[in-house]
C-alpha cells in the first residue's frame, strides 16, 4: 500500500486549500483514513479520520468545522477540504490508512495506522 499526499502550498489566512491522498495498493473504503499534522518542534497531532463503512468521522476540536474528510472510490483519493485557515494551522500534513474497520475512539490515535504518506507543507500567512 503507498500514500501520495499533494496539494499543499502557501494560503493567506482565512482562504482555503484541498488536500489529496492517493491511496493505491488497496481500495481505502474498506479500511479508516486519517490525516495528521506536525508543526516545527511540536507532536504529530490528529487532524480528522474517517471509517468509510459506516460513516464514523472524527475531527480534532481545533479543526471542527473548518476541515473535512472525504473520499472519492473511483479515483482512490481521500480528501481534505480546509476553510478558514489560519496562521496556526501551519504544519507539514499527513495521510495514513489501515485496513482496519477502527472504532471512533481509535481513530485519532496515530499508531492504529500502518501506512503513511510522505507529508505535504502547508503555510497559512499573509
Known amino acids: 500500500v503507498q500514500l501520495q499526499a499533494s496539494g499543499g502550498g502557501l494560503v493567506q489566512p482565512g482562504g482555503s486549500q484541498r488536500l489529496s491522498c492517493v491511496v493505491s495498493?488497496?481500495?481505502?473504503?474498506?479500511?479508516?483514513t486519517g490525516w495528521f499534522r506536525q508543526a516545527p518542534g511540536k507532536e504529530r497531532e490528529f487532524v480528522a479520520g474517517s471509517r468509510w463503512s459506516g460513516g464514523a468521522t472524527s475531527y480534532a476540536g481545533a479543526v471542527k468545522g473548518r476541515f473535512t474528510i472525504s473520499g472519492d472510490n473511483a479515483k482512490s483519493t481521500v480528501y481534505l477540504q480546509m476553510n478558514s485557515l489560519k496562521p496556526e494551522d501551519t504544519a507539514v500534513y499527513y495521510c495514513a490508512h489501515t485496513p482496519a474497520r477502527m472504532v471512533l475512539s481509535a481513530i485519532s490515535t496515530h499508531t492504529s495506522y500502518d501506512y503513511w504518506g510522505q507529508g505535504t507543507q502547508v503555510t497559512v500567512s499573509s
Open positions: 495498493g488497496r481500495t481505502f473504503s474498506r479500511g479508516t
